[in-house]
C-alpha cells in the first residue's frame, strides 16, 4: 500500500472535479462528499502507515515511479517517495484536513459559494499531499504552485469583500517572490546534475557535482521559496492578510500544513543545506529573527485571529531555527505538534466567530468561558500547549528545539530563541484571558452567544486530545508500542536516530519561561481588564506604536512598490509607448504609406510602358549576368 | 545539315521583330500577334538546342509542346479580354485603355 500512497492525492483530487462539476446540484451542495473524502482519506492513512511500518526500515523510502517522457538521452521520471518525514506530514495533513472539513460543514453553514468552497478544499488536500510525496523537485514544484493557488482562491472567498481581494492577491504575489527563487534553485539544481529527481540530486551532490559557492548560492534561492511559502521576515506579510478566509481555511492551510511547506522543503533538502557552507545558519538567523519579530508583534494584536497568524510565524521561526541547528527531528516534531494545538486554535477561533456572530475582536469579547464553554476549555488546552506546559505537546516539541539549540548554536541564540518562548507565552495567555475571562467587553454581543453545535465542538474536543498526547510522541516507549522504531527522534532523523531522554534541567528552565510567560499575561490582563497595559501603552506609546503597526512593515513595501516598482514601469511604459509603439509599430507603418505615396506614380496604366520596363529589365538582367558571371 | 547557329540567328531575328512589335504597335490584336512571334521565337530555340546538343532525348522537343499549349491558352485569355474591352470602348487601342492607374 505504501507504494501507492499517491492514491491519497489522487481521491480528492477526483473529489474537487466531482464537485466542480456536480456540486451546486447535489443535495446540501454536496458537503457529505467533501467530509467522506476526508475520512476517507484520513483512514488511507493509516493503510499506508501501517504497510509503510510492515515493509521495515530497509525498504525505505518507498519509491515507485513511472516514466513521464523521454527527451533524447533526458529521461523525466515522475513519481512519489515515502519516507519518515513524509509520513509525518502525511499524519498532519489528513487528519487536519479531516477535522476542518468536518468544521467547515458547521462554520460555512449558509454562506455563499458552500459547494466551490469544499471543492476547492479538497484542491488542496489533494496538492498538499502531492507535495510531501513527490519524489523529484519538479512534481513537488507543480504542487507547491496548485497548493498557492488553493490559498488563493480560499483566502479570496469572500470575493465581494474588497479586503479578501486584496489579501488574496497579496499572498499570492509574495509568496510567488520567493517561488521564483525556488525554481531558480530547482533549474540550477537540475543544471548541474542533471536530474530532478531528489534521492539522486542528494547522491550527485555527495559526489561534489557541485561546487560548495554554487551550492550556497543554489540553496539560498531554495530558502527563498521555503521563506515565501512559511511567511519568514521578511515575506511574512502576507499571512496575518491570509485571515480575511474563512477561520477553517486559516487553520488548515495558514496554520497546519501549507505554511509549513517551507519547512517541509528545508527539511527534505536539509542533506543539501548542510553541504552548502554556511547555510545552515542562514536558517538559524532567518528562523530567529522571524521568531522574535512575529512575537513582538502579537502582543500589540486585537484581533483574535490576527494573534493566532502572528503566532503561527512566530512558530514558524522556531522550525527553522531548529532546522538550522542541522536537527530534522526537532523542526519535524515541532511541526508535528504545532500542527494540532495551531488547528485547535484557529478552530476555536472560528467557533468564538460563530458563537458570537462574527465578532473577533478581544476589545468585545472577554468573559465567554461561561457562555461557551467547551470552546473555551480547548481553546485553553491549545493555548498551554502552544506556551509549552508540561506535558502538553508544545513542551516536547519546544524541549527539543532548546535542546538542539543548546547543543549545535551556542549560548546566544539559546538566550533569543528563549526570550521568545517567553513571548509566545505571553501572548497565547493574553489572547486567552482577554477573550474568555473577565466580564464581557460588549452586552449586547454577549447576550447573543451561544456555545456552538457539536459539529464543530467534537473536531475541537478531537484536536484538544491530539494537543494533549502528540508530544508524547517522542518518548521511545510510546513509538515502540504504536509500532515505530521508537521514538520520533528515532523515526525521523538525518545521521543518527537519538533515543530521546527528559534532561529535566532543560525541562525545568523551559517550565520557567512559560511561567514568567504566562503570569506576566496574567498579571497585566488580571480579570480581563485592560488598565495596567493600557498604562504600560501610554508609558512607551512610540513602541507601542511600532508594535501595533508591526514595525511598518506594510507601509514599508508599499513605499518601495510606489517608488521603485511604480517607477520602474513607468519607465518601461514610456519605453513602450514612444520607442516600440509609436517608432517601431506605427513608424514602420507610415513608412510603408510614405513609400506608396511615392512609388504610386511608377502606375501610370499604360501597358506599353510595363512592357518598355519588361524589355528593358531583361535586357539590364541579361548584361548584368555577362558583366557578373562572365 | 544547316548548322545551329542559323536556326539560333532565325530565333534572334523573330524574337526581336516580336519585341518591337509588342513596344510599338498599338492594337491590341497585334500586340498578341507579336508575342506569339516571340514565344515562337522560344520554341524554336529549344528545338535547336534539343536536336543540337541532345539528340537522344526529347526534353528539349516537349518543352516547345508545352510552350505552344501555354501560348494557345494565353490567346485564348487575351483575346477575351481584347473582345471585351472592345465592347466596352469600342476600341481595341492599348493607349486608350489607360485608367488602371492610381
Redesign the interface.
Given at each position: 500500500m505504501a507504494e501507492h500512497a499517491w492514491m491519497l492525492a489522487a481521491v480528492p483530487a477526483f473529489a474537487f472535479v466531482a464537485l466542480t462539476a456536480t456540486g451546486r446540484h447535489l443535495p446540501r451542495q454536496g458537503d457529505f462528499v467533501a467530509v467522506l473524502t476526508a475520512a476517507a482519506v484520513f483512514a488511507l492513512f493509516f493503510a499506508v502507515l501501517a504497510s509503510f511500518l510492515g515493509l521495515g526500515d530497509a525498504a525505505w523510502p518507498v519509491l515507485n515511479s513511472i516514466e513521464w517522457t523521454a527527451i533524447g538521452s533526458f529521461e523525466l521520471r515522475m513519481g512519489i517517495a515515502v519516507d519518515q518525514i513524509t509520513i509525518v506530514m502525511l499524519a498532519v495533513i489528513t487528519t487536519v484536513a479531516f477535522m476542518v472539513n468536518v468544521f467547515s460543514v458547521g462554520y460555512m453553514k449558509g454562506e455563499p459559494r458552500y459547494w466551490w468552497y469544499f471543492a476547492v478544499l479538497q484542491l488542496f488536500v489533494a496538492s498538499m499531499l502531492m507535495l510531501v510525496l513527490a519524489d523529484n523537485l519538479l512534481l513537488l514544484y507543480i504542487a507547491w504552485e496548485v497548493v498557492g493557488l488553493s490559498s488563493f482562491l480560499l483566502i479570496g472567498h469572500y470575493w465581494e469583500r474588497r479586503s479578501a481581494v486584496e489579501a488574496a492577491k497579496k499572498a499570492f504575489v509574495t509568496t510567488r517572490v520567493g517561488d521564483v527563487g525556488l525554481l531558480i534553485g530547482i533549474i540550477l539544481l537540475w543544471d548541474a546534475t542533471g536530474t530532478f529527481n531528489i534521492l539522486d540530486i542528494f547522491h550527485a551532490v555527495e559526489a561534489g557535482a557541485v561546487g560548495e559557492t554554487r551550492l550556497f548560492v543554489t540553496m539560498m534561492f531554495i530558502l527563498l521559496g521555503a521563506m515565501g511559502k512559511s511567511a519568514q521576515v521578511p515575506f511574512h506579510v502576507w499571512l496575518p492578510d491570509a485571515m480575511e478566509g474563512p477561520t477553517p481555511v486559516s487553520a488548515l492551510i495558514h496554520a497546519a500544513t501549507m505554511v509549513v511547506a517551507g519547512v517541509y522543503l528545508v527539511a527534505r533538502l536539509l542533506p543539501l543545506f548542510e553541504s552548502a557552507g554556511g547555510a545552515l545558519m542562514v536558517i538559524t538567523i532567518v528562523g530567529l529573527v522571524t521568531a522574535l519579530f512575529s512575537g513582538a508583534v502579537a502582543f500589540a494584536q486585537t484581533d483574535i485571529k490576527k494573534v493566532l497568524a502572528y503566532s503561527t510565524v512566530s512558530q514558524l521561526g522556531f522550525m527553522f531555527v531548529a532546522l538550522g541547528a542541522g536537527l530534522v527531528s526537532a523542526g519535524m516534531f515541532h511541526l508535528f505538534t504545532h500542527a494540532f494545538f495551531k488547528a485547535l486554535l484557529f478552530l476555536g477561533a472560528g467557533s468564538v466567530i460563530i458563537g458570537t456572530h462574527h465578532h473577533q475582536e478581544m476589545g468585545q469579547l472577554g468573559g465567554l468561558w461561561r457562555k461557551m464553554p467547551v470552546t473555551a476549555a480547548t481553546f485553553l488546552i491549545g493555548s498551554l500547549a502552544l506556551a509549552g506546559l508540561f506535558p502538553l505537546a508544545g513542551f516536547w516539541s519546544k524541549d527539543e528545539i532548546l535542546h538542539a539549540v543548546d547543543a549545535h548554536r551556542g549560548a546566544l541564540v539559546f538566550l533569543l530563541i528563549s526570550v521568545a518562548s517567553i513571548m509566545t507565552a505571553f501572548y497565547t495567555m493574553r489572547l486567552f484571558v482577554r477573550t474568555f475571562l473577565g466580564k464581557p467587553q460588549d452586552e449586547a454581543i454577549a447576550s447573543h452567544t451561544r456555545e456552538t453545535g457539536a459539529i464543530m465542538t467534537l473536531p475541537l474536543v478531537f484536536l484538544a486530545i491530539l494537543s494533549v498526547i502528540a508530544g508524547l510522541a517522542v518518548f521511545h516507549e510510546v513509538g515502540d508500542a504504536l509500532g515505530f522504531p521508537g521514538g520520533f527522534g528515532e523515526f525521523v532523523y538525518l545521521h543518527h536516530p537519538e533515543v530521546f531522554h527528559v534532561d529535566w534541567g532543560l525541562a525545568g528552565f523551559s517550565t520557567a519561561l512559560f511561567v514568567l510567560g504566562a503570569f506576566a499575561a496574567g498579571w497585566l490582563y488580571r480579570g480581563g481588564r485592560l488598565d495596567r497595559a493600557t498604562a504600560l501603552a501610554e508609558w512607551q506609546p512610540r513602541l507601542y506604536e511600532l508594535l501595533r503597526r508591526k514595525f511598518y512593515f506594510d507601509e514599508l513595501y508599499q513605499a518601495l512598490i510606489d517608488r521603485v516598482v511604480l517607477g520602474f514601469s513607468y519607465v518601461v511604459s514610456w519605453f513602450d509607448r514612444f520607442a516600440v509603439n509609436d517608432t517601431g509599430v506605427d513608424g514602420s507603418a507610415a513608412m510603408t504609406g510614405y513609400a506608396g505615396f511615392l512609388l504610386k506614380h511608377l502606375q501610370t496604366g499604360r501597358v506599353p510602358n510595363y512592357a518598355l520596363a519588361i524589355a528593358a529589365g531583361v535586357v539590364a538582367l541579361t548584361l548584368i549576368t555577362l558583366a557578373v558571371g562572365g | 545539315m544547316v548548322p545551329l547557329e542559323n536556326y539560333l540567328v532565325l530565333s534572334g531575328i523573330l524574337f526581336s521583330l516580336g519585341?518591337y512589335g509588342?513596344?510599338a504597335r498599338?492594337n491590341a490584336v497585334l500586340?498578341l500577334m507579336s508575342v506569339e512571334l516571340m514565344l515562337n521565337a522560344v520554341s524554336l530555340n529549344f528545338v535547336a538546342f534539343a536536336v543540337y546538343l541532345d539528340p537522344g532525348r526529347a526534353t528539349g522537343i516537349v518543352f516547345a509542346v508545352f510552350v505552344i499549349a501555354v501560348a494557345a491558352a494565353e490567346v485564348g485569355l487575351a483575346l477575351a479580354i481584347v473582345i471585351r474591352l472592345f465592347r466596352n470602348r469600342s476600341t481595341a487601342n492599348?493607349?486608350e485603355?489607360?485608367?488602371?492607374?492610381?
Open positions: - | 519585341v509588342v513596344l498599338r500586340v492599348v493607349d485603355a489607360a485608367t488602371m492607374r492610381w
